[in-house]
Protein backbone atom coordinates (compact mmCIF):
# COMPACT_ATOMS: atom_id res chain seq x y z
CA UNK A 1 0.00 0.00 0.00
CA UNK A 2 1.02 3.86 -0.96
CA UNK A 3 -0.01 6.44 0.42
CA UNK A 4 0.03 10.28 -1.49
CA UNK A 5 -0.91 13.04 -0.21
CA UNK A 6 -0.72 16.54 -2.85
CA UNK A 7 -0.39 20.05 -1.64
CA UNK A 8 -0.08 22.74 -3.18
CA UNK A 9 -2.70 24.09 -5.69
CA UNK A 10 -4.98 26.99 -5.49
CA UNK A 11 -5.83 30.28 -7.58
CA UNK A 12 -3.44 31.71 -10.08
CA UNK A 13 -3.95 33.84 -12.84
CA UNK A 14 -3.11 33.56 -16.21
CA UNK A 15 0.42 33.66 -17.00
CA UNK A 16 1.13 32.74 -13.87
CA UNK A 17 3.35 29.66 -11.92
CA UNK A 18 2.48 27.09 -9.48
CA UNK A 19 4.28 24.31 -7.75
CA UNK A 20 2.48 20.74 -6.73
CA UNK A 21 4.36 18.44 -4.43
CA UNK A 22 3.16 15.01 -3.58
CA UNK A 23 4.19 13.03 -0.50
CA UNK A 24 4.85 9.74 -1.05
CA UNK A 25 4.92 7.14 2.34
CA UNK A 26 7.00 4.56 0.48
CA UNK A 27 10.42 5.29 -1.06
CA UNK A 28 10.36 6.55 -4.40
CA UNK A 29 13.25 3.95 -5.30
CA UNK A 30 10.35 1.01 -4.58
CA UNK A 31 8.27 2.78 -7.00
CA UNK A 32 8.21 1.76 -10.78
CA UNK A 33 6.81 5.51 -11.57
CA UNK A 34 5.22 8.50 -10.63
CA UNK A 35 2.66 10.76 -12.75
CA UNK A 36 0.78 13.80 -12.12
CA UNK A 37 -3.16 13.13 -13.43
CA UNK A 38 -5.88 15.55 -14.12
CA UNK A 39 -9.59 15.75 -14.43
CA UNK A 40 -11.52 18.95 -15.52
CA UNK A 41 -14.98 19.07 -15.12
CA UNK A 42 -17.01 16.89 -17.51
CA UNK A 43 -13.91 15.48 -19.15
CA UNK A 44 -11.87 12.25 -18.27
CA UNK A 45 -9.05 12.08 -16.23
CA UNK A 46 -5.53 12.68 -18.71
CA UNK A 47 -2.18 11.95 -18.31
CA UNK A 48 -0.32 15.28 -17.32
CA UNK A 49 3.38 14.23 -16.68
CA UNK A 50 5.50 11.26 -15.85
CA UNK A 51 8.65 10.26 -14.37
CA UNK A 52 9.75 6.52 -14.26
CA UNK A 53 12.50 4.52 -11.51
CA UNK A 54 15.02 5.26 -14.50
CA UNK A 55 14.32 8.88 -15.21
CA UNK A 56 12.52 9.23 -17.73
CA UNK A 57 9.96 11.80 -18.50
CA UNK A 58 6.80 11.99 -20.40
CA UNK A 59 4.29 15.16 -20.74
CA UNK A 60 1.35 15.68 -22.72
CA UNK A 61 1.44 17.70 -25.83
CA UNK A 62 -0.35 20.52 -23.72
CA UNK A 63 1.86 21.15 -20.99
CA UNK A 64 5.15 20.43 -23.08
CA UNK A 65 7.77 23.01 -22.32
CA UNK A 66 5.68 24.48 -19.57
CA UNK A 67 5.44 21.83 -17.00
CA UNK A 68 8.06 20.03 -15.33
CA UNK A 69 7.88 17.08 -13.16
CA UNK A 70 11.13 16.41 -10.78
CA UNK A 71 11.84 13.64 -7.62
CA UNK A 72 13.04 14.34 -4.72
CA UNK A 73 14.48 11.14 -3.27
CA UNK A 74 15.63 12.28 0.18
CA UNK A 75 11.81 13.65 1.00
CA UNK A 76 10.20 10.92 -0.87
CA UNK A 77 8.22 13.92 -2.99
CA UNK A 78 7.45 14.58 -6.43
CA UNK A 79 6.60 18.16 -7.87
CA UNK A 80 5.10 19.65 -10.80
CA UNK A 81 6.02 22.55 -11.52
CA UNK A 82 3.56 24.92 -13.96
CA UNK A 83 4.39 27.81 -15.81
CA UNK A 84 2.59 29.56 -17.92
CA UNK A 85 -0.56 28.74 -16.84
CA UNK A 86 -3.78 28.67 -19.34
CA UNK A 87 -7.28 28.75 -18.18
CA UNK A 88 -7.74 25.43 -19.62
CA UNK A 89 -5.12 23.79 -17.32
CA UNK A 90 -8.10 24.16 -14.66
CA UNK A 91 -8.89 20.86 -13.07
CA UNK A 92 -7.82 18.68 -10.00
CA UNK A 93 -4.56 17.06 -10.29
CA UNK A 94 -3.77 13.74 -9.08
CA UNK A 95 -0.65 12.26 -7.86
CA UNK A 96 -0.33 8.76 -9.45
CA UNK A 97 2.34 5.62 -8.08
CA UNK A 98 2.79 2.88 -10.08
CA UNK A 99 4.27 -0.60 -8.16
CA UNK A 100 4.10 -4.12 -8.91
CA UNK A 101 1.11 -3.91 -11.27
CA UNK A 102 -0.95 -1.59 -8.77
CA UNK A 103 -1.57 2.14 -9.22
CA UNK A 104 -2.21 4.03 -6.20
CA UNK A 105 -3.82 7.93 -6.07
CA UNK A 106 -3.72 10.85 -4.10
CA UNK A 107 -6.88 12.76 -3.12
CA UNK A 108 -6.38 15.16 -5.94
CA UNK A 109 -6.14 19.48 -5.10
CA UNK A 110 -7.66 21.69 -6.70
CA UNK A 111 -6.45 24.26 -9.80
CA UNK A 112 -7.92 27.10 -11.22
CA UNK A 113 -6.48 28.97 -13.64
CA UNK A 114 -8.75 32.51 -13.56
CA UNK A 115 -8.62 36.27 -13.71
Known amino acids: QVQLVESGGGLVQPGGSLRLSCAAS????????MAWYRQAPGKQRELVAA???????NYADSVQGRFTISRDFAKNTVALQMTSLKPEDTAVYYC?????????WGQGTQVTVSS
Open 51 to 57: VTSGGDT
Open 26 to 33: RSLYRLNS
Open 96 to 104: NAYSVGLHY
